[in-house]
């Protein structure tokens, strides 16, 4: 089979279906094969070839779903976050070199107005209620000369993404054809999808874990996902009762959302059992873990992945294999080793997890000091540093101790945040929390943590350090425990450790 994003949807069965919305009649593969030829046709007429590069802004949803699948077999597409203000539109438009900008019709917010400062072509794209969910067409400025009728083949770049650049900055992340065709299959084996299945996506769609997890990887199979609007835990039990899914996947936060709401909403989980549920792009706690399984009746399989391994590195396997709380799974896909965190070796114990395989990006996009630091090769084989500690057990499940660049270090001791994650959360009082390190003049960093109560619980910082204090050793108890209505968190709902006590305002010696 050839590995391009084509090849997902051309044997899958026409008239199954394949992208759903609230309110709305289903798209079947048949519609978004005939969609794909349209989008493809329109693309070539504005100018925009196969290697091009196409910008969309456009709101979590079955039109940006179809949009990023039906682009992506005719071009590069570069997704970005509808949130973003005029200078980071600015910043990421030229960054990627982005040939045109796609936008829903009649906006003309801060993404048009840098595509035009640029001088960038914005296409529009025109969707109707009373057509199935995703279908859309696009309107735009015919070129003086169409581009090459040639289409994408499996080296070519089908997805573009930035990585976050919390720290500096961020830097590009091509992903080919083969990349995203390579992940979606992974996820799919790993979950066992079939065209039976229905996944119910609330994550972002201009993020490698919606586009892959959820979208990609149920197209591969020939299943269906059905595309809330957004995340609101608020809606999600009136979205589960209308999707009917048999899965759906999230970040722990979003999770941790759901589990509050459950409780009044048992007849919805009784009426429709999920087969299994899924969560990554952070670690889930093992509390958290074993209240969705008790809660939904069902497997919660955690997996590991970043944008650079096109999302996918390691999953928990399905019954009747073990789901292990605390642990990310086995490698599930590319090859999965531990190596030295500065030599370019492969070792046994604690280290840097390092993958390898074909769903892993090429290398960063003009930045080869950047990709000096994070590939090296062993043996003939091309190995990526993902910057996550960890460990690998005897039955080859994956612990991680945390990012490197995360790890606390208080005067030489080094701390593990996840650690203190654990067992603060042990503590009847509390829902969330996010260990952090602020900076002290003295030791270099100390440990802080941010915590958010359970509804009707009170507990003080001294509380939640006494508990710590009779649970793990001095060095690693926290400072400062920081009580808030709520932590917070970056674009995708994760919970971000750096920069949070700059964000929380606490410096040197706080």
Not at 6 to 35: C, E, H, K, N, V
Not at 78 to 96: G, I, T
Not at 131 to 153: K, Y
Not at 178 to 204: E, K, Q, W, Y
Request: charged share 20%; net charge negative.
């Amino acid at each position: 089979m050839t590995a391009t994003i084509a090849a997902l949807l051309a044997d899958q069965d026409a008239s199954a279906p394949a992208i759903g919305a609230p309110g709305r009649d289903w798209l079947d593969y048949g519609g978004l094969r005939r969609l794909s030829a349209e989008v493809a046709t329109d693309l070539r007429r504005f100018g925009i070839g196969a290697g091009d590069r196409v910008a969309i802004v456009l709101p979590n949803g079955p039109e940006m779903a179809a949009a990023f699948v039906t682009i992506a077999q005719a071009a590069t597409t570069a997704p970005l976050n509808p949130a973003y203000q005029l200078a980071e539109y600015q910043f990421y438009l030229e960054d990627l070199g982005a040939k045109a900008l796609v936008v829903p019709a009649g906006q003309d917010g801060a993404a048009v107005a840098a595509a035009t400062a640029l001088g960038l072509p914005v296409l529009r794209l025109h969707s109707e209620s009373d057509q199935p969910a995703g279908w859309f067409s696009l309107s735009g400025t015919d070129a003086e000369r169409p581009a090459p009728t040639a289409q994408p083949g499996p080296e070519s770049v089908a997805l573009i993404l930035h990585t976050s650049g919390t720290t500096s900055r961020p830097k590009i992340v091509p992903l080919l054809q083969s990349n995203l065709v390579a992940s979606a299959h992974n996820i799919g084996t790993a979950l066992n999808l079939t065209a039976a299945d229905r996944c119910l996506n609330v994550m972002p769609l201009f993020h490698i874990h919606g586009l892959i997890a959820a979208l990609t990887s149920s197209l591969a199979a020939g299943a269906s996902v059905w595309c809330a609007p957004g995340f609101d835990a608020l809606k999600f039990f009136g979205w589960m009762k209308e999707a009917q899914p048999t899965w759906y996947t999230a970040v722990p936060t979003m999770h941790q959302a759901i589990l509050s709401r459950a409780a009044r909403n048992r007849d919805v989980i009784e009426a429709h059992p999920l087969r299994f549920l899924r969560s990554s792009s952070a670690s889930l706690p093992a509390q958290v873990m074993r209240e969705l399984a008790s809660t939904f009746n069902a497997p919660v399989i955690e997996a590991y992945g970043m944008t650079e391994a096109t999302h996918q590195m390691a999953s928990n396997p399905l019954p009747p294999r073990a789901q292990k709380p605390g642990s990310v799974g086995v490698a599930a896909g590319p090859l999965l080793r531990i190596a030295h965190e500065v030599e370019n070796r492969l070792i046994d114990g604690t280290g840097e997890v390092v993958i390898s395989g074909p769903n892993v990006t090429p290398g960063y996009e003009s930045n080869p000091d950047a990709n000096a630091k994070n590939f090296f090769e062993v043996d003939g084989r091309r190995w990526f540093r993902t910057g996550d500690q960890g460990a690998l057990d005897a039955e080859g499940y994956l612990s991680l101790t945390g990012r490197l660049k995360e790890i606390i270090n208080r005067g030489g001791e080094k701390i593990s945040p996840l650690e203190v994650d654990g067992i603060i959360l042990d503590h009847p009082a509390v829902q969330q929390v996010v260990a952090f390190a602020i900076p002290h003049a003295k030791l270099g960093e100390e440990v802080a943590a941010a915590v958010v109560l359970r509804e009707g619980q009170s507990a003080t910082e001294r509380d939640i350090r006494d508990f710590c204090a009779s649970r793990m050793a001095d060095f690693k108890v926290p400072r400062r425990v920081i009580i808030l209505d709520e932590i917070p968190k970056g674009a995708t709902g994760k919970l971000q450790r750096i920069g949070l006590a700059e964000k929380l305002g606490l410096g040197a010696d706080a």
